[in-house]
């Protein structure tokens, strides 16, 4: 079993920056990607970013260029940089990782961006 526990969301105006931290439970080798995603009202849970353990990431088109994903594997934690936040970023941020042990999740950090 992997706990992972997510702290940095808030509300933020529109253009600002917010943080976001995932920190796992399991050593970082037991674990290959970790990850964000986001869901919206209303919406579908969906892809924001993520990262394997050799550094390779993946961007959803609507935020490259703006959030940037890194992970500390000495501290077994993942980071979502959010630059340039939108209105239509507001959403529940979810930690995802994967590992050995399976596809765990996140409890979700709320994200909300005013205009």
């Known amino acids: 079993q992997v706990q992972l526990v997510e702290s940095g969301g808030g509300l933020v105006q529109a253009g600002g920056s917010l943080r976001l931290s995932c920190a796992a439970s399991k050593s970082s080798f037991s674990i290959n990607v970790m990850g964000w995603y986001r869901q919206a009202p209303g919406k579908q849970r969906e892809l924001v970013a993520t990262?394997?353990?050799?550094?390779?990431?993946r961007y959803a088109d609507s935020v490259k260029d703006r959030f940037t994903i890194s992970r500390d594997n000495a501290k077994n934690t993942v980071y979502l940089q959010m630059n340039s936040l939108h209105p239509e970023d507001t959403a529940v941020y979810y930690c995802?990782?994967?590992?050995?042990?399976?596809?765990?999740w996140g409890q979700g950090t709320q994200v909300t961006v005013s205009a």
């Open positions: 990262i394997t353990s050799g550094g390779s990431t």
């Open positions: 995802y990782v994967s590992s050995i042990f399976g596809n765990y």
